[in-house]
T-cell receptor, first 117, second 114 residues
């Protein structure tokens, strides 16, 4: 257990559905991240939040909408997704966005396996 | 743009062997480099983090080295065990104008045969 939990662990949705992925960290960290892991591709950073403020959006389509209500919770709202959005979505957290030694080590949750039909 | 390459893509070794996994990166101005382990269908577990000012880090049977000038890192696993079977990912961190990003390689899938 890394101290980062994600729900649901598996999700199947149609292209017209709206769903949300949830991430919660119990580590007292202030930075949180969403990554996408597709088959045979490296992990891709999607969004970064630092002290609840979004600091990075790596050209992610608007059908993905993040929300960070506090430093412990991170959501990814999904709507009108495409089949190519099927992937493992990973959440991570770190003590701060950047800082002294080991303050930026990222801890990952188990991921949500998303299938878009 | 930072690119991270891991060689080999897959590796199969008999139990007990020592092995080396390789990681190379194109931008040597990294902030740190992190090695992860990923079991099938699971998230990532951090194994070792090497700051840019360090040359190596050790944890148990694992030793990671970093050579910034040549853009390389290696993960050495001693006396491999079947439980070490997993995909190993390296990630190079860049810190620019307050933006901190990890760039991942595609990973090396390790199989340790009993």
């Amino acid at each position: 257990e890394t101290g980062v939990t994600q729900t649901p662990r598996h999700l199947v949705m149609g292209m017209t559905n709206k769903k949300s992925l949830k991430c919660e960290q119990h580590l007292g960290h202030n930075a949180m991240y969403w990554y996408k892991q597709s088959a045979k591709k490296p992990l891709e950073l999607m969004f970064v939040y630092n002290f609840k403020e979004q600091t990075e959006n790596n050209s992610v389509p608007s059908r993905f909408s993040p929300e960070c209500p506090n430093s412990s919770h991170l959501f990814l709202h999904l709507h009108t997704l495409q089949p190519e959005d099927s992937a493992l979505y990973l959440c991570a957290s770190s003590p701060v966005l950047a800082g002294g030694p080991r303050y930026n080590e990222q801890f990952f949750g188990p991921g949500t396996r998303l299938t878009v039909l | 743009k930072q690119e991270v390459t891991q060689i080999p893509a897959a590796l199969s070794v008999p139990e007990g062997e020592n092995l080396v996994l390789n990681c190379s990166f194109t931008d040597s101005a990294i902030y740190n480099l992190q090695w992860f382990r990923q079991d099938p269908g699971k998230g990532l577990t951090s194994l070792l983090l090497i700051q840019s000012s360090q040359r190596e880090q050790t944890s148990g049977r694992l030793n990671a080295s970093l050579d910034k000038s040549s853009g390389r890192s290696t993960l050495y696993i001693a006396a491999s065990q079947p439980g070490d079977s997993a995909t190993y990912l390296c990630a190079a961190a860049l810190l620019e104008a307050g933006s901190y990003q990890l760039t991942f390689g595609k990973g090396t899938k390790l199989s340790v045969i009993p």
